[in-house]
């Protein structure tokens, strides 16, 4: 039993939000009292006290897409490589990197991300994976790699026809493996979806092969209309749009998430709204890879759930949550726009996605959610309260500034450091592996 106090509670409940001198009491995985630190410390004199220091308290973050694939990328620079678009981007970049992945590599990968969400106060992922050089069993090492390190995780494989059927045919008994073991296991930590790369990749064929694999037990995580690839594949081979493409083989529902969604027509988003289906915008990455600027505020109009991941450029959600709304006020020339969209796609509706796979509440703290909680370094010199915080993050407040992160009733990262994870030794590992993959890359 631990208690967290001595600090300025924002508990993102409505009932009630904000308590200056607050305290969490936390037993097992979920929260068991919110209140005041002094009637908190009365009443369960035998928790233990982790120190907030007088900062603030709040739910731990949720990343609703990203790629562990890519964690040993930083830094990596790959002979040849001058991208002009974005194909030239996925096969010069990350085709190459993860057809060069092997399970030792993918489970590098998975620490030195893991370590990042932890830094960053992220204790929940929804990740796409891609290691095409070694699929068997790839899910299986994430999945190992997230329970050591304590990171509740809903993981798929990226399908695609880009490496040959044989490949093909692996990457979709990966997800039909994966999803049974998460079905059988029913751990509350962990579960799967039914993972796709971009339509373009992607045939009829595979199209089938994967609706008979996954036979509607889980919701499929599949990249659509990032760059305009899948909108020319759709209409030059398929004679219709892609979220027709995805209608076809019955892909949309309240389970799917659709990463990315830049080039949509309005009547895509109708469809998308009409099936409950989610969306996750990804602004940096989307950025960087110059696809264009996501129609968020036309799918909030529509009623879409959409929620906010960072596609692995970042593992700090508030620097994508200041890009989301940058990108939106640039892209609309409206400075006065974006605001609630991308405020509640943060701290609602990555909530509410996470819902989707997850059975115990996130993203706020009150009696019964998981005991997911962050403490984040951060003394305001302007006035602070539950009416203006999120003014406060989006201008002042960077992930880096996380003390301490609990997930699942799990003390991960007290005061900067972590808790029963050697550091030192997991970072050594992960740099070793990565001059490895580095060398098979550019040799």
Known sequence: MYLIANGRLFTRDPQRPYIEDGGVVTEGERIIAVGTAEELKLKYPQAELVDAHGQLIMPAFINAHTHIYSGLARGLSINGYNPTNFYEILDGMWWKLDRNLTLEDTKASAYATYLECIRNGVTTIFDHHASFKEIPGSLFAIAGCAKEMGIRSCLCYEVSDRDGEEKCDQAIKENADFIKYCQEKKDPMLNAMFGMHALFTISDKTFE????????????????????????????????LPVDRLVKWGIL???????????????????????????VNNPESNMGNAVGCSPVLKMFEKGILLGLGTDAYTHDMLESLKVALTIQRHNAGMPNVGWNEVTTMLFKNNAKVAGKYFDIPLGVIKEGAAADIVVMDYKA????????????????????????????GRLLYKDRQFVDIDEEKLSAQILATAQKLWGRVNS
């Open 209 to 240: 092969k994967c609706v008979k694999a996954n036979d509607g037990r889980t919701g499929y995580h599949i990249h659509i209309c990032e760059g305009l690839n899948d909108v020319i594949d759709s209409r030059d081979n398929y004679h219709m």
């Open 253 to 279: 529902g309240e389970k799917t998430i659709l990463g990315h969604c830049i080039h949509l027509t309005e009547p895509e988003m109708d469809k998308i709204a009409e099936t409950n289906t989610m969306v």
């Open 381 to 408: 010199f302007t006035p602070l309260s539950a009416d203006n915080l999120d003014g406060h993050m989006i201008f002042g407040m960077n992930g880096r500034q996380c003390r301490t992160t609990m997930a699942n």
